[in-house]
């Protein structure tokens, strides 16, 4: 991230005049492991470091470790909740917010963090992913059903309408609850979810794309036959890559197992992972399935009475 | 008005069939279920050789039902006394050689022309049928509510949305926790009625009226409680503040109304009475009912997700089959 001289200037001076340097370095410490400010500045151990040169140290190192965001979110943090039971006031914490809604982020006080302002441009790591570190994450995988059949069968402009229509009514349910769409491959892809209920997020925008697409197919679809999608949804731990086909992640690959090995046509399959976070309402709308190993999955389609 | 014979006497059936007569022919076993679910005009012909010793039973029952004219069909001539089946109400018999030459269109039209001149529930009933299935006339506006100046007639479809259940709720779940929830549901119809073009135009606690305005070619408004009823368990899960599922009833209709923004509890209009009537009394909790001519300017994809539903008031309508939960 682009930090302009303004923004620097201002996280040097918010320190320097709210706190001595012994609670600057133990807010370091938060997000820099075994912050060492002698040894990051020069200056001897013996001396005691001045309080101005602490402040444009560890600013420095911030914005070199690319950790702004998550440095803004601590000094939030500490503003509205005092460290160890001490208030502190922040000096010039609404110039600093200013300057990071300029670089396309804002403060969403239900998650606690800077994320990407709706209209501004979406990056897979809501810009606050940092890479190669480790995050729980939902993901959601579609597929589109007899692709190559579809393929030989149509010409080339109506398959390559109605593929970018169930793309954009993927992207659209996906980013309608913040989630980020990480791969497309023609005929079909990968979206991830984070932040609170990243399982009922992603479980809703499944069961939203398979009631859009069934609309589309009634009314809209230049295909003579209904377009069907495979959805499977699974949560679990994942390092962070702006490179996604260079990923590996167990996660992942249990969501590809999920979609191929267990999702029918129009059906949505979630793990029990994810099933187990569904409340009392949208769980009445999974059927279970026995798997192997004495594990579950869940199915979801839309039905209709007689 | 509909003619049905009910009968098991295989001679019988083959010798109406050859006939090539408007007439559907019914096992006598089910003869109340199918004659309960109606609501058409019917001439019922009862095959005495299949009903024997009910067969008088099986007149009482018919004899009690309104809109329901019945004849008796003797094959094997062993009804002994004709007239006793006209003091029990009956306006037709036909004899084994009658079968034969007399049992046709002519004859049912002879029925027809007798039930007028004599019958004065059946008159009632033909008049009934005709004012409501008389067309109306369109007065269509182009460009929507742009064009709609209040004190005005205009075509509308016109759609009641009632939740269901209401007289609990407040007992159930307090009357501030209820207005809050109410709000939320009642977004959730104004987001869906306003994407089509519509307005709730009147609003009562539970539900209300809404108005979209028609063009002459095609109603949105179906396809509107169509997503209404599609997204409705999506809108149980991500929005409802209700902590169960609800459950509401829509019903749809073209007709007139003169458009009035003020007052809108004092409307008097046909179209507005029906539509409550349809909604309210008629409509079965949890459904979404629409009449045979809105239908015919609903996307064409969506009607196989409409099945017949008998009359209201003469008016053919359709119900939605909806989309449900496993079970």
């Known amino acids: 991230m682009r930090i302009s001289t303004r923004l620097q200037r201002l996280l040097t001076d918010a320190l320097s005049h709210s706190m001595p340097v012994h609670t600057m370095i133990r807010l370091a410490r938060k997000i820099i492991h075994n912050y060492d400010i002698y040894e990051r500045s020069g200056f001897p151990p013996n001396i005691p470091i001045p309080t101005i040169d602490a402040a444009r140290q560890i600013t420095q190192d911030v914005i070199e470790e690319d950790l702004v965001v998550k440095f803004v979110e601590i000094l939030m943090d500490i503003y509205e909740n005092g460290l160890m039971g001490r208030n502190i006031s922040i000096r010039f914490l609404p110039q600093i917010i200013k300057e990071l809604e300029y670089l396309g982020l804002i403060y969403d006080d239900e998650y606690k963090m800077f994320i990407e302002k709706s209209d501004m441009k979406k990056t897979i790591g809501w810009g606050v992913l940092q890479e ?102 699974h949560t679990g731990p994942c390092q962070f890559t702006y490179n996604i086909q260079n990923m590996q992640s167990d996660t992942l690959d249990k969501l590809k197992e999920l979609e191929n090995e267990y999702a029918p046509p129009n059906h949505l399959v979630i793990s029990s992972g994810v099933h187990y976070d569904m409340g009392s309402k949208l769980e009445h709308f999974f059927l279970s399935e026995p798997i192997a190993g004495g594990n579950y999955v869940y199915r979801y389609s839309l039905q209709w009475e007689n | 008005m509909k003619v049905i014979v009910f009968s098991s006497n295989t001679n019988l059936i083959d010798l109406i069939k050859s006939k090539n007569l408007s007439v559907v022919i019914y096992a006598p076993a089910q003869m109340n279920k199918i004659i309960n679910n109606s609501s058409d005009l019917l001439l019922v012909y009862v095959d005495s050789s299949s009903f024997n010793d009910k067969l008088h039973k099986k007149i009482s029952f018919l004899t009690s039902k309104e809109k329901v004219y019945f004849g008796v069909l003797d094959p ?28 046709g269109e002519k004859r049912f039209k002879r029925v027809f022309q007798y039930l007028e001149q004599f019958r004065i529930d059946y008159r009632e009933e033909i008049e009934i049928q005709k004012t409501f299935t008389k067309d109306i006339s369109h007065i269509t506006t182009e460009k929507g509510w742009q064009e709609i100046v209040p004190g005005s007639e205009y075509t509308f479809s016109i759609m009641f949305i009632e ?29 869906n009625i306003s994407y089509f073009g519509g307005r709730i135009w009147i609003w009562f606690q539970f ?109 053919p309508i359709f119900r939605m089959r909806r989309p449900v939960l496993p079970s």
Not at chain 1, 153 to 165: F, R
Not at chain 2, 83 to 97: N, P, R
Not at chain 2, 215 to 222: A, I
Request: proline share 2%; with cysteine.
């Open chain 2, 207 to 315: 539900g209300g009226i809404a108005l979209f305005p028609f063009n002459g070619r095609e109603c949105e408004s179906v396809y509107c409680g169509f997503r209404i009823m599609l997204y409705k368990l999506m809108h149980d899960v991500e929005e409802s503040l209700f902590p169960n599922f609800i459950s509401f009833r829509i019903a749809l209709l073209l007709g007139n109304v003169t458009y009035q923004e003020n007052d809108t509890g004092n409307v008097i209009s046909d179209s507005i009475n029906t539509i409550f009537h349809l909604g309210k009394k008629h409509a079965e909790k949890g459904h979404f009912y629409v009449t045979e001519d809105i239908l015919q300017f609903a996307p064409k994809p969506l009607l196989d997700f409409f099945t017949p539903a008998g009359d209201f008031e003469g008016i």
């Open chain 2, 76 to 103: 094997a001539n062993e009804i002994k006394d004709i007239a006793e089946l006209y003091f029990s109400g009956a306006v037709d018999y036909i004899s084994k050689k009658q079968l034969k030459n007399d049992f």
């Open chain 1, 132 to 233: 190669n570190s480790i995050y729980d994450l939902t993901f959601m995988c579609i597929d589109i059903v007899n692709n190559s059949e579809l393929v030989r069968k149509y010409p080339k402009n109506d398959i390559a309408l109605a593929y970018s229509d169930v793309r954009e009514i993927f992207k659209y349910h996906v980013e309608k609850r913040n989630g980020r769409i990480w791969e497309w491959e023609g005929d079909g892809g990968i979206a991830a979810f984070y932040f609170q209920d990243k399982n009922i997020k992603a479980v809703l925008s499944g069961i939203d794309i398979l009631l859009e697409l069934f609309l589309y197919n009634q009314l809209q679809s230049v295909l003579k036959e209904a377009i069907q999608i495979r959805l499977s949804v």
């Open chain 2, 163 to 191: 939740l269901d259940g209401k007289y609990d709720m407040e007992k159930i779940f307090g009357k501030k926790n209820l207005n809050v929830a109410l709000s939320v549901f009642r977004k959730y119809l104004e987001r």
